[in-house]
Nanobody, 122 residues
Framework: VQLQASGGGSVQPGESLRLFCAAS????????MGWFRQAPGKEREFVAA????????DYADSVRGRFTISRDNAKNTVYLQMNSLKPEDTADYYC????????????????WGQGTQVTVSS
C-alpha cells in the first residue's frame, strides 16, 4: 500500500488549496478514506472521511462548510478541497486508509501517507 499526498503550500487567510492523495497497492474503491491533520505540538486530528463509493462523507465541525472531501476511483485519488482557509488550519495533512472503528479516530486507519504541509498566514 502506498499513499502519496500532495498539494500543500503557503496561502493567506481566506484563500483555497486542493490536496491530493494518490493511492496504489490495494483495491481503492473498496476502502473508505480519511484526511487528518497534525499541527506542531498537537495530536493528529480528524478532518474528513469518505466512503469507498463516495456517496457518504463526514467532517470535523471545525472544517464543515469550508472543506470538501471527494474521490475519483478511476484515478485512485482522494481530494480535499479547502476553502476560506484560516491560520488555525495550518498543519501537516495526512491521508489514511480506513480499516475499522470511528472515522474520527486515527487508530481506525491502518495505512498513512507521508503528509503535505499547509501554512495559512498573512
Amino acid at each position: 500500500v502506498q499513499l502519496q499526498a500532495s498539494g500543500g503550500g503557503s496561502v493567506q487567510p481566506g484563500e483555497s488549496l486542493r490536496l491530493f492523495c494518490a493511492a496504489s497497492g490495494f483495491t481503492f474503491s473498496s476502502y473508505d478514506m480519511g484526511w487528518f491533520r497534525q499541527a506542531p505540538g498537537k495530536e493528529r486530528e480528524f478532518v474528513a472521511a469518505i466512503t469507498g463509493s463516495g456517496n457518504i462523507t463526514d467532517y470535523a465541525d471545525s472544517v464543515r462548510g469550508r472543506f470538501t472531501i471527494s474521490r475519483d476511483n478511476a484515478k485512485n485519488t482522494v481530494y480535499l478541497q479547502m476553502n476560506s482557509l484560516k491560520p488555525e488550519d495550518t498543519a501537516d495533512y495526512y491521508c489514511g486508509v480506513y480499516y475499522s472503528g470511528s472515522y474520527s479516530d486515527s487508530g481506525a486507519y491502518n495505512y498513512w501517507g507521508q503528509g503535505t504541509q499547509v501554512t495559512v498566514s498573512s
